[in-house]
């Protein structure tokens, strides 16, 4: 797979991708170094989502600690330092993104947040 470039339309706002089956297994991840949660967190966030609550306050991802910050059945948010983390349930996969606001790009995460939803729905209409 050629990872979020894939999606010329989302690269700019998306650093990394992450699916993962409803059980919380990792189907794959654009950039693991970045951005690619244990099958434990998968499995959590998938949890949370379908119950519209944390089970836990935060999360640790590729070394950064992300404090879940919104969590409905709809979707869950987390930030760690610069970087953000957005999740949500499809029919048959849960869809991870994060993206890292730089120096030069302080509202990319507000972006990212809209093209997850765009992305998302891409996946919805597919089945997915």
Same mark, same amino acid.
């Given at each position: %797979? !050629?990872? /979020? #470039? ?8 998306? +650093? ?7 059980? @919380? ?32 306050? %935060? !999360?640790? /991802? #590729? ?8 969590? +409905? ?7 760690? @330092? ?47």
């Amino acid at each position: %797979s !050629s990872g /979020i #470039n894939a999606y010329p339309e989302y690269s700019a706002y998306i +650093d990394a991708i992450c699916v993962c089956d409803l059980q @919380g297994t990792i189907y794959g991840s654009s950039n693991r170094n970045v951005f690619c949660p244990d099958q434990n967190v998968a499995k959590e966030f998938v949890s949370d989502l379908q119950k519209g609550q944390f089970q836990s306050m %935060s !999360s640790l /991802i #590729n070394g950064t600690k992300f404090i879940k910050v919104r969590c +409905d059945t709809e979707q869950l948010v987390a930030r760690g @330092g610069t970087r953000m983390m957005y999740a949500t349930l499809c029919n048959t996969i849960c869809v991870m993104i994060m993206s890292e606001d730089t120096d030069g790009s302080k509202s990319k995460s507000t972006n990212a947040n809209k093209a997850f939803g765009n992305l998302v729905a891409y996946y919805k209409s597919s089945g997915y």
